[in-house]
Structure formats: structure tokens, C-alpha cells
């Protein structure tokens, strides 16, 4: 999914989750526009993560637009629940195909689904990696099911950055968080992720979205050349992960063979980790 990186006007302004992780949960106030004025923005008390997926899941649709960039087809929502206005993102991509040919290659059991970006987002959860991921929950709009989360109020995406010859002000911090990206990826097997799905917010905050191709069922590595350090503490949590646990916050939304191929992965992962450790020393490796 290509997104747009334009501000959504009724989308709560200047909102950014810490980049210390806690629980994947805001920590700061927020301005969103009020309903009784969508013109003004007011402040607003602090919404857990549960109240996040409550909004999502039960408030109304006022608007929809389709977005300007993607394959999926993913559309803008305005919510409100009578008190505040949100924006959100909403896309319903089911596809599978038991055999996918491409030049040079084959790809079986291709599936692009609406599932995986929920699976994304509760994995990423699990690792603590819940505030790079915004929150995304099931539902249902037109008839169609499909997968919503917030509308991240992103000023750039990874391409524009690049058109734009734009640099962090902090790189080292920067380059970390593209470090906690690339190793989530490896260990969901996204072949998608790409400059559009990766969103920049005016405080350079990276956020990921569009999972709906990831999970597939190799465990070879993918992109390990982006693997070159590691958050101390998501190393840990990878060691400390378990399947069992896995299989039950992702369901319904991965198989038990998808499940086991993420923890397959979550092994190379490790080894490989620990190899680059060995070879370059843990203060080379570990931040």
C-alpha cells in the first residue's frame, strides 16, 4: 500500500507517540479537531491503547476518501464518537493465489491480506514495538471487512525524504529506528516494505504501515544486509518470545504454519545477531 503523506485536516494535530516505547501507548497530550467546531483543535485527555481500538471499532463514519497513492486501495475515514474527530486508514485486500509466477521466480501459496496488518500490529506488541506500528483493529465498512487504524500525520514518506534530500537532525537516532524496522521486517518476512509505507512525522518519528504481504511462509532471510545492529532490549525480547503466545495474539489472523515460520525466523534472527557479536564485538552490534 502506497499512502499519501498529507495531513488529514480532521485528524488530531501535532499527535506523537514518545519514541521511548511504554507499553505502546500515548504519553503526551494531544490536539484533535472538537465536533462542535471542527475548525478548532482542543486539547484532549491522554487515550490509552484500548481506548484507541474502542474509538476505531464503535465510532462513526463521516467522510471517506479514497487515498492518492496505492495498491490496495486503502481508504481515508473521518470518525467521530460525538466528543472527538479522527482520521483513519481502512482497507479490505483478500487475495490468494496457490501458484504466482514471476520473472525468474515462483511464489507459492501468495496471499495479500487486510489479516496481516493486524497481525503486524499485535506482534509488534509483543517485541515492544508497539509505537512504530499505529493502533489497527478488525472491521467491517461497506460490507467489506477489512483492516483500520489511525491516520498516521505524517510530513513526509521514505521517497519524499529522499526526492527532497532531507536529513534527520539526530542520525544516529534515526538510524536506530530504521535498525528496529529492518529486524521486524526479517522477522514477518515483508517483501513490501518500501519508501511509501515507511511515514516520517514532523518530529521524525518512523512509522510503519501495510503489512497485508508479509508473513509468508519462507524462513530463508530476506534483506539481511540491513542487518547490521540491533536494539539491546527487542534482541531480548526476540530470545524471550514464545510461539505459544504468538499463535494466541495473533489469531485468527495467522495460521499455526504462519506462526511457526515467524518463529523460525525469530531463530535465524538470534543466531545471526549473535554472530555479528562475535565477530565485531557487542558495542558494534547492541544499542
Known sequence: MKRTASILLVLFAGFAWPVNYRAGYPTSGQEIASTANPGLATKQTVLSEEEFREFLKTAKVLDSKPTSKGITSPVKLTLSDGQRTMGAAFQSVEIYRPRTQHPGYVTLEFRDSYEYDIAAYQLAKLLGLGD????????????????????????????????????????????????????????????????????????????????????????????????????????????????????????????????????????????????????????????
Open 132 to 287: 512504530m506500528i499505529p493502533v489497527t483493529v478488525e472491521y467491517t465498512w461497506n460490507g467489506k471487512q477489512g483492516a483500520m487504524s489511525w491516520w498516521v500525520s505524517a510530513k513526509w514518506d521514505e521517497e519524499d525524504r529522499h526526492k527532497l534530500n532531507l536529513q534527520p537532525p539526530d542520525e544516529n537516532a534515526w538510524n536506530k529506528q530504521l535498525n528496529r524496522m529492518w529486524v521486524f521486517s526479517q522477522l514477518i518476512n515483508d517483501p513490501d516494505r518500501n519508501e511509501t509505507n515507511m511515514l516520517i512525522t514532523e518530529d521524525w518519528k518512523l512509522w510503519m504501515i501495510d503489512f497485508s504481504r508479509a508473513f509468508r511462509l519462507e524462513t530463508d532471510s530476506k534483506n539481511s544486509q540491513h542487518l547490521v545492529m540491533c536494539d539491546r532490549q527487542l534482541l531480548q525480547n526476540l530470545r524471550q518470545l514464545d510461539g505459544a503466545q504468538v499463535l494466541e495474539k495473533t489469531k485468527p489472523h495467522l495460521t499455526e504454519k504462519e506462526v511457526k515460520a515467524v518463529m523460525a525466523r525469530r531463530d535465524w534472527i538470534v543466531a545471526y545477531c549473535e554472530r555479528l557479536i562475535a565477530e565485531k564485538g557487542e558495542e558494534k552490534v547492541l544499542y
